[in-house]
């Protein structure tokens, strides 16, 4: 994976408070590190296995958004999972007018 073209930086910065952000594998210190250097302790990094059968691990759980990272290929039924983990995203002021 490549890395310093800051699209992950970009990425983080522009994320909604308190985000989900779906790195691109399941070794999570760069992206940890980036955020703090970032000041966006707010952001909950995780790896693609989170979207793993069905999103459980998401149950219960509501999202301000979910961020997926620019490298990030997921398999099917990581696909499938995210499919169930946008359903927990809590729909915005705006949206709800």
């Not at 149950?59 to 696909?79: F, K």
């Amino acid at each position: 994976m490549s890395r310093g073209t800051s699209r992950t930086t970009q990425q983080l910065h522009a994320a909604p408070t308190n985000a989900l952000f779906v790195w691109a594998d399941n070794n999570l210190d760069y992206p940890n590190r980036l955020a703090e250097k970032l000041n966006r302790l707010d952001i909950e990094i995780v790896g693609p296995s989170i979207l793993e059968y069905g999103a459980k691990r998401l149950l219960g759980r509501t999202l301000s958004a979910i961020v997926l990272d620019h490298a990030l290929w997921l398999t099917n039924d990581q696909m499938k999972g995210l499919e169930i983990a946008r359903t927990r995203i809590a729909p915005t002021v705006s949206e709800g007018k």
